[in-house]
């Protein structure tokens, strides 16, 4: 670990003076008396917050891994507040914290047998760091210029419900939500700036490493009438829900970013001669939609007997919705006099609509003949039925220099319909001592027709090439799992599960169309053991495996099915809690898991060199994705004295996924990260109606997937008063 | 300036040693119980039936429930579902009820990760939903009291997907040209709990698309990819993929859905 004085100076000033409030507390919270437990359960209370990080390094990146602002925040960390009357009760929740902007404001009022309601607003904020890719060969590191990228999503609602004695509740809630800023997306650009050979055909010196942006803009709203109503031993509810989509989100892409060809061009230069460098391209793609459904639902819940219960449900389902979409680019070319748009995708004016039509109903009958059997039947019915169409502009320079502009109409359909069903059994089974043994089966079968044709232009073509698919799923769920108290000390847990799903688009007519199967299966089982050799430690070990296997089959007898993916996870995880004593108490998780994905490029073999190629071992054009990582986190606490307890914490967690040696082929190389994260607390009793917390901790990251670009590391501060309202 | 720390056998001697020996002074000063998150201090189980008395609305239908199906009766108090994530319940049912006196797996996931242990590594990463953060809890995604803990599983009414739509509106459509992938579900490419890869992808590389997409090799051809087993293509994508991933700028940008091209271009 690398720190400068000043560093150390900051985080040593940090943590002395976080002693000395400690301190403080401490001697002046001695002077008060004390009940035998200092730490009491308040009912209603205010707790008052401060945190103040002291990063070194990349701040944007403390902010996405640790989700906390790296200038700090203050506020109200929990406000809680209850009056329970005889018949009344008020109950008041808030929060207000500054930075991680994290608002809450909540009232919830309850008349017994009459109703109640509940309003209020909340919003919290998520971090970005805006991080592109790493090129290892040369350093090349390119992040966005402005790194302050954040979402802030919040809600306001208000629910009323009226529930007199003996005749249907009734509740009406409305809910407006927004989720708005900019966040980091990994549709990256490309630069030339490797310093990878350019005469080596067909591994260019292009990387995609460049980052890009996303500017949110959506809001939905909510309002949702229900009723319910129990009829001797039925349960009736409906529910009717209209739902508003409005979201407006644009894309901010930039490509070989000030790689502008000049007029003119230097012999070489010293990365890539200028000659043979791209444009740079920026552009910017919004999606808009603004929808509208109408969701109506109804449910019945019947309980017989104590052996058999039925339940229905339909659900009817209308939406409409109208997308529009603009994607505009532009460059500079070496022969304009000002930027001009080039034709590849570069449209305007998108105007889309679709419509969907949607039928559900399921019922189900759970049996339990006796009190160790359980038997479950469900099965559940489909039809839905998409249809869209939508048309824009495209616009195409031409000319030498190429400014003038063309546009020309496309138009683009697509229809799709579905139907299907899916039965469902579970049984259950307690009859042997201590065990509980159960099953699941489940198989949605789908048929249906997928029907849509590429865009086209209208003035020159009737149609663009149609597509008629047959389409057919089979989507099977297996499990099966006991729980076993084997004695006293300890419970084994253990289950099976298996995924079969096969997904079909198969041509047909005259027509041109898809022949596409997939075949898949997730395979694996998970074992839960939890030990209690004696009152003061629990163990609880799980073991979870999964293998997936995956088949392609394209046009036969060309493409035959294909082993396309073979896919393995094992995670080892455990828990221990051991309390030796009532004065201390210690818990630890830890994780180990080793994922990887593997496709058919690591297994592809040479590629012999042709005309324009030379050979190359297409096995580095793609490793296997791995995903294998370690996460721990310890956490201890005991009594320091009758008014305060001390609290330590470790936080570890590593990935080393990372073969930068694949920069030469391909990008990106797989996640290196390495951040640990130690805090020591205080909680205090001031008195009966007043707790504090103070807590110092050091954090450290290292991410040598970003070239050590994005580490960061300091101490951290935090302190609280709980007051009891 | 260089500062460097190592766990060394002394840093561990002389740490285990200071940690060993602030425990026997508490023990020796004090003598009341420090609560280990998320315990109730003196708490005792009384069993589900206890439970009923006040929230039958939950109880009645905890049957149906995922949880349910593992559930063992205790032999002297019976069916203790209830307190097997919520705690012990004799403090809570002397004090009538009341803020405190049961753990809440809505406000900590703490009591979800007794037994999901793989969870808090999971929600631990960089890259996950911010549930440690008490942002958001496991109960907005996953009903744990009745039906399909994961919802929209089975018989169930609702479509797996909505899950996650309710929240991620943008990637739930329509689109005129919909990927065929979200008929599989979300997690077919996310890790909704965390992953190490950013936007909690299962893969972060080209792998993630060529598991269902494969590019088959051309029968005779000596290993070279360049055939689609997908569409009417002959596009080989070898010299596209040593560049970037398969949704890198100018590539398949829309792989939830497009509104403008089939592939999903843009």
């Known amino acids: 670990m690398k720190a400068t004085f000043s560093t150390i100076v900051r985080g040593a000033s940090l943590l002395a003076g976080a002693s000395l409030a400690l301190t403080a507390i401490t001697v002046r919270g001695s002077d008060k008396p004390l009940a035998p437990d200092a730490f009491p359960t308040f009912e209603s209370y205010i707790k008052v917050t401060g945190q103040a990080p002291s990063v070194s390094g990349d701040e944007k990146a403390f902010q996405r891994s640790k989700q906390l602002s790296s200038s700090g925040g203050i506020g109200i960390e929990d406000l809680h507040f209850i009056n329970e009357g005889k018949d009344l009760t008020t109950e008041i929740n808030g929060k207000a914290l500054t930075g991680t902007e994290d608002y809450l404001a909540e009232v919830k009022i309850a008349k017994n047998e009459f109703g109640s309601v509940d309003f209020g607003y909340k919003s919290f904020r998520t971090f970005y760091d805006g991080v592109g890719g790493f090129f290892p060969t040369n350093g090349n590191w390119q992040p966005l210029a402005n790194r302050d990228l954040h979402v802030d999503r919040s809600k306001a609602w208000i629910e009323a419900t009226v529930a007199l004695p003996n005749l249907p509740s009734v509740t009406v809630r409305y809910s407006a939500e927004k989720r708005e800023g900019k966040k980091d997306s990994t549709i990256w650009g490309d630069t030339d700036f490797t310093g990878m050979p350019n005469n080596n055909p067909p591994i260019s010196q292009v990387r995609k490493t460049i980052p890009s942006f996303l500017k949110l803009d959506e809001q939905t709203k909510n309002l949702e009438f229900i009723v319910k109503h129990n009829i001797g031993n039925t349960a009736l509810q409906l529910s009717v829900l209209n739902q508003k989509i409005d979201n407006l989100d644009t894309r901010f892409v930039n490509r070989f970013p000030g790689e502008a060809k000049p007029y003119s061009a230097p012999a070489s230069t010293v990365l890539l001669p200028a000659s043979q460098m791209n444009n740079e391209i920026d552009y910017r793609q919004g999606d808009g939609i603004s929808s509208g459904a109408t969701i109506t639902t109804f449910t019945s819940d019947t309980k017989f007997n104590d052996q058999v219960e039925i339940k229905c449900g339909v659900n009817y389902e209308l939406l409409h919705a109208d997308q529009s979409g603009d994607r505009s680019l532009v460059t500079t070319t070496p022969t304009a006099t000002v930027p001009v748009p080039i034709n590849t995708y570069n449209y305007q004016g998108l105007a889309g609509t679709s419509r969907i039509l949607s039928y559900t109903g399921n019922t189900s009958l759970t049996y339990t003949p006796t009190k160790n059997w359980s038997l479950f039947l469900a099965v559940k019915r489909q039809e839905e039925y998409v249809k869209s169409a939508a048309s824009f502009n495209v616009s195409a320079a031409s000319g030498t220099p190429a400014t003038t502009v063309a546009t020309t109409p496309r138009v683009e359909w697509a229809n799709m319909m579905n139907k299907t069903t899916t039965p469902e059994v579970e049984v259950r089974y307690t009859g042997i001592k201590d065990v509980a043994l159960y099953a699941n089966y489940s198989k949605a079968k789908a048929t249906g027709t997928d029907k849509d044709t590429s865009t086209y232009n209208p003035l020159t073509a009737n149609n663009g090439t149609n597509a008629l698919n047959a389409t057919s799923e089979s989507h099977g769920n297996y499990t099966i799992g006991a729980n076993w108290k084997a004695c006293a000390f300890a419970t084994f847990r253990a289950e099976l599960f298996k995924k079969s799903h096969q997904n079909d688009y198969v041509g047909f007519g005259a027509q041109v169309g898809d022949y596409y199967l997939l075949d898949s299966h997730f395979t694996g089982w998970k074992v839960t053991a939890i030990v209690k050799p004696n009152d003061v430690v629990t163990s609880t070990t799980r073991y979870i495996y999964q293998k997936g296997l995956m088949d392609v089959t394209g046009f036969l007898p060309t493409f035959p099915a294909y082993a396309s993916c073979d896919a393995e996870n094992n995670t080892v995880s455990e828990t221990i809690d051991w309390t030796p004593s009532k004065q201390f108490y210690a818990q630890l998780n830890a994780n180990i898991v080793f994922n990887t994905v593997n496709t058919v490029y690591p297994r592809a073999g040479i590629t012999p060199a042709s005309g324009t190629s030379i050979a190359y071992d297409t096995n580095q054009v793609l490793h296997n994705a791995n995903n294998n990582y370690v996460t721990v986190t310890a956490l201890c606490g005991t009594t320091l004295t009758t008014a305060d307890d001390l609290q330590f914490q470790v936080n570890y967690y590593k990935a080393d996924n990372l073969d930068a040696n694949l920069a030469t082929m391909t990008v990106p190389y797989g996640m290196a990260v390495k951040e640990v994260s130690a805090t020591v607390g205080i909680k205090h009793k001031f008195s009966d109606k007043l707790v504090g917390d103070a807590k110092v901790g050091y954090f450290d990251s290292k991410n040598d997937t970003t070239g050590g670009m994005t580490n960061f590391h300091g101490p951290q501060g935090y302190l609280s008063l709980t007051y009891a309202l | ?266």
């Not at chain 2, 439970?51 to 905890?62: A, I, K, M, Y």
């Not at chain 2, 309710?166 to 979300?186: D, I, L, N, R, W």
């Not at chain 2, 997409?213 to 070898?238: F, K, M, Q, Y």
């Open chain 2, 1 to 266: 300036m260089n500062m460097r720390l190592h766990w060394t056998k002394q840093t561990l001697i002389f740490g285990g040693a200071a940690a060993w020996g602030l425990l026997l002074i508490s023990c020796v000063m004090v003598n009341r119980t420090v609560v280990a998150p998320p315990k109730i201090a003196g708490a005792t189980f009384v069993g589900t039936k206890e439970c009923t008395q006040c929230h039958s609305e939950v109880t009645d239908h905890f049957a149906s429930s995922t949880h349910a199906k593992i559930a063992v009766a205790d032999s002297k108090l019976g069916d203790t579902s209830c307190e097997a994530c919520h705690g012990p319940g004799s403090v809570h049912v002397a004090a009538g009820g009341g803020k405190g006196t049961m753990v809440n797996p809505g406000k900590s996931p703490q009591a979800c990760f007794a037994c999901h242990t793989d969870k808090q590594g999971q929600f631990s990463l960089p890259n996950s939903h911010p549930v440690l953060a008490g942002k958001i809890s496991c109960v907005d995604c996953h009903d744990v009291h009745e039906g399909k803990a994961i919802k929209g599983t089975g018989a169930s009414l609702e479509a797996e997907i909505e899950t996650c739509t309710k929240c991620h509106t943008a990637q739930k459509g329509p689109f005129v040209y919909e990927h065929g992938a979200m008929k599989e579900g979300c997690t077919a490419c996310h890790n909704p709990h965390g992953s190490v890869n950013a936007k909690m992808l299962v893969a972060r590389d080209a792998n993630l698309c060529l598991r269902c997409h494969l590019e088959a090799p051309t029968p005779g051809s000596t290993g070279e990819i360049n055939g689609n087993a997908i569409r009417h293509t002959s596009e080989n994508h070898n010299s596209r993929l040593m560049q970037g991933t398969c949704w890198s700028a100018g590539c398949h940008e829309a792989p939830h859905g497009s509104n403008s091209s089939y592939h999903f271009r843009y």
